[in-house]
Protein backbone atom coordinates (compact mmCIF):
# COMPACT_ATOMS: atom_id res chain seq x y z
CA UNK A 1 0.00 0.00 0.00
CA UNK A 2 1.09 3.72 -1.12
CA UNK A 3 1.14 6.44 1.79
CA UNK A 4 1.61 10.21 1.50
CA UNK A 5 3.29 11.30 3.99
CA UNK A 6 3.45 14.90 4.76
CA UNK A 7 4.80 17.06 8.29
CA UNK A 8 4.40 16.55 10.78
CA UNK A 9 4.49 12.56 10.41
CA UNK A 10 7.87 11.71 10.87
CA UNK A 11 10.20 9.85 8.20
CA UNK A 12 13.36 8.48 10.12
CA UNK A 13 16.82 10.93 9.17
CA UNK A 14 18.00 7.40 7.45
CA UNK A 15 15.78 7.68 4.43
CA UNK A 16 16.76 11.52 3.30
CA UNK A 17 20.52 10.02 2.45
CA UNK A 18 19.43 7.26 0.14
CA UNK A 19 16.78 9.55 -1.24
CA UNK A 20 19.37 12.16 -2.44
CA UNK A 21 21.43 9.45 -3.54
CA UNK A 22 19.02 8.18 -5.75
CA UNK A 23 17.13 11.66 -6.96
CA UNK A 24 20.99 12.96 -7.98
CA UNK A 25 21.01 10.01 -10.94
CA UNK A 26 18.54 11.26 -12.26
CA UNK A 27 19.30 13.49 -15.74
CA UNK A 28 16.55 16.40 -15.08
CA UNK A 29 16.90 16.90 -10.84
CA UNK A 30 19.09 19.54 -10.29
CA UNK A 31 22.03 17.62 -7.81
CA UNK A 32 23.60 20.92 -5.82
CA UNK A 33 20.86 21.53 -4.25
CA UNK A 34 19.30 17.94 -3.39
CA UNK A 35 21.12 17.05 -0.19
CA UNK A 36 19.76 14.71 2.15
CA UNK A 37 19.85 17.94 5.05
CA UNK A 38 17.90 20.16 2.30
CA UNK A 39 15.37 17.45 1.57
CA UNK A 40 14.44 16.77 5.05
CA UNK A 41 14.73 20.97 6.31
CA UNK A 42 12.09 21.31 3.42
CA UNK A 43 9.98 18.53 4.58
CA UNK A 44 10.19 19.48 8.01
CA UNK A 45 9.44 22.83 6.84
CA UNK A 46 5.89 21.89 5.43
CA UNK A 47 7.06 22.31 1.69
CA UNK A 48 7.41 18.73 0.71
CA UNK A 49 5.54 15.85 0.36
CA UNK A 50 6.85 12.25 0.33
CA UNK A 51 5.33 8.91 -1.38
CA UNK A 52 6.02 5.84 0.38
CA UNK A 53 5.26 2.41 -0.06
CA UNK A 54 6.23 -0.65 2.41
CA UNK A 55 8.35 1.36 4.39
CA UNK A 56 10.55 2.91 1.41
CA UNK A 57 10.38 6.82 0.08
CA UNK A 58 9.48 5.95 -3.52
CA UNK A 59 8.03 9.46 -4.49
CA UNK A 60 9.28 12.99 -3.46
CA UNK A 61 8.70 16.63 -4.59
CA UNK A 62 9.21 20.09 -3.05
CA UNK A 63 8.58 24.02 -3.01
CA UNK A 64 12.09 25.75 -2.36
CA UNK A 65 12.55 29.32 -1.34
CA UNK A 66 13.94 30.87 -3.90
CA UNK A 67 14.24 34.40 -2.72
CA UNK A 68 11.69 36.47 -0.59
CA UNK A 69 8.35 35.65 -1.54
CA UNK A 70 8.94 32.67 -4.35
CA UNK A 71 8.55 29.21 -4.16
CA UNK A 72 9.98 26.89 -7.01
CA UNK A 73 8.53 23.21 -7.21
CA UNK A 74 10.60 21.04 -7.94
CA UNK A 75 12.87 17.89 -7.54
CA UNK A 76 10.02 15.54 -8.52
CA UNK A 77 10.69 12.01 -8.54
CA UNK A 78 9.07 8.93 -9.03
CA UNK A 79 11.08 5.49 -8.44
CA UNK A 80 11.61 3.98 -11.44
CA UNK A 81 10.17 1.24 -11.12
CA UNK A 82 6.50 2.60 -9.68
CA UNK A 83 6.33 5.26 -12.50
CA UNK A 84 3.05 5.23 -14.46
CA UNK A 85 0.61 4.47 -11.28
CA UNK A 86 -0.39 7.99 -11.17
CA UNK A 87 1.60 8.49 -8.32
CA UNK A 88 3.12 12.30 -9.76
CA UNK A 89 -0.14 13.36 -9.71
CA UNK A 90 -1.01 12.78 -5.94
CA UNK A 91 2.32 14.40 -5.41
CA UNK A 92 1.59 17.29 -6.80
CA UNK A 93 -2.18 17.91 -5.63
CA UNK A 94 -0.71 17.15 -2.06
CA UNK A 95 2.10 19.54 -2.80
CA UNK A 96 -0.79 22.02 -4.09
CA UNK A 97 -3.09 21.44 -0.62
CA UNK A 98 0.51 22.33 1.11
CA UNK A 99 0.66 25.77 -0.82
CA UNK A 100 -2.68 26.90 -1.23
CA UNK A 101 -2.85 29.50 0.79
CA UNK A 102 0.80 30.69 1.45
CA UNK A 103 1.48 33.73 0.25
CA UNK A 104 4.84 33.22 -2.17
CA UNK A 105 4.50 32.62 -5.58
CA UNK A 106 4.33 29.37 -6.40
CA UNK A 107 6.56 28.49 -10.12
CA UNK A 108 7.95 25.49 -11.33
CA UNK A 109 10.48 24.80 -14.42
CA UNK A 110 10.17 21.52 -16.33
CA UNK A 111 11.73 19.84 -19.48
CA UNK A 112 9.75 16.76 -18.85
CA UNK A 113 6.46 16.66 -20.04
CA UNK A 114 4.76 14.21 -17.58
CA UNK A 115 6.52 16.86 -15.17
CA UNK A 116 4.04 19.61 -17.23
CA UNK A 117 0.91 16.99 -17.33
CA UNK A 118 1.09 16.17 -13.65
CA UNK A 119 1.94 19.55 -12.56
CA UNK A 120 -1.59 20.32 -13.58
CA UNK A 121 -2.76 18.87 -10.39
CA UNK A 122 -1.43 21.42 -8.74
CA UNK A 123 -3.17 24.09 -10.87
CA UNK A 124 0.56 24.67 -12.36
CA UNK A 125 -0.10 26.70 -15.79
CA UNK A 126 2.15 27.47 -18.50
CA UNK A 127 3.72 30.97 -18.59
CA UNK A 128 5.66 32.09 -21.37
CA UNK A 129 6.91 35.52 -19.95
CA UNK A 130 10.14 34.78 -18.22
CA UNK A 131 10.35 37.83 -16.21
CA UNK A 132 6.55 38.54 -14.35
CA UNK A 133 5.95 37.73 -12.23
CA UNK A 134 8.89 35.70 -11.57
CA UNK A 135 11.80 37.49 -12.01
CA UNK A 136 14.70 35.95 -14.64
CA UNK A 137 16.93 35.36 -11.57
CA UNK A 138 14.96 33.07 -10.11
CA UNK A 139 13.70 31.27 -13.37
CA UNK A 140 17.08 31.12 -15.77
CA UNK A 141 19.53 32.50 -13.41
CA UNK A 142 20.15 29.28 -11.38
CA UNK A 143 20.15 26.65 -14.54
CA UNK A 144 22.81 24.30 -14.41
CA UNK A 145 22.51 23.24 -17.70
CA UNK A 146 23.41 26.37 -19.87
CA UNK A 147 26.64 28.63 -19.49
CA UNK A 148 26.39 31.65 -17.90
CA UNK A 149 27.29 33.61 -20.66
CA UNK A 150 24.55 32.15 -22.91
CA UNK A 151 21.36 32.82 -20.16
CA UNK A 152 20.15 35.84 -21.64
CA UNK A 153 19.74 34.65 -25.01
CA UNK A 154 19.05 31.34 -23.84
CA UNK A 155 16.61 29.36 -27.10
CA UNK A 156 15.38 26.99 -24.18
CA UNK A 157 13.09 29.31 -23.19
CA UNK A 158 9.39 27.96 -24.17
CA UNK A 159 10.93 25.15 -26.18
CA UNK A 160 12.64 22.83 -23.63
CA UNK A 161 12.53 24.60 -20.47
CA UNK A 162 8.40 25.42 -19.68
CA UNK A 163 7.80 27.61 -16.92
CA UNK A 164 4.43 27.39 -14.93
CA UNK A 165 3.03 29.45 -12.19
CA UNK A 166 0.15 28.03 -9.22
CA UNK A 167 -2.77 29.70 -9.73
CA UNK A 168 -4.62 29.78 -6.94
Same mark, same amino acid.
Given at each position: ????? !? ?20 ? #? ?8 R? /?????? !????? %??? +? ?10 W??? !? ?28 ? /? ?11 ? +?????? #????? %? ?20 C ?5 ? !? ?11 ? /???? +??
Amino acid at each position: MTFVR !KHPEHIEDSVWGNLASVMVKEA #KIMTERNTPRA /LADLYA !KGLAV %ALE +QDGVVIGYIAAWPIG !KGFLEVGSAWIHSDYRGNGHASTLYTTLHT /LLINRTEHVFAIT +QNPIAL #KAGRH %ARLELNGCWTDPIPWEHTCAPCEWVEDS !KKLTCGHRNNICM /LRIM +QR
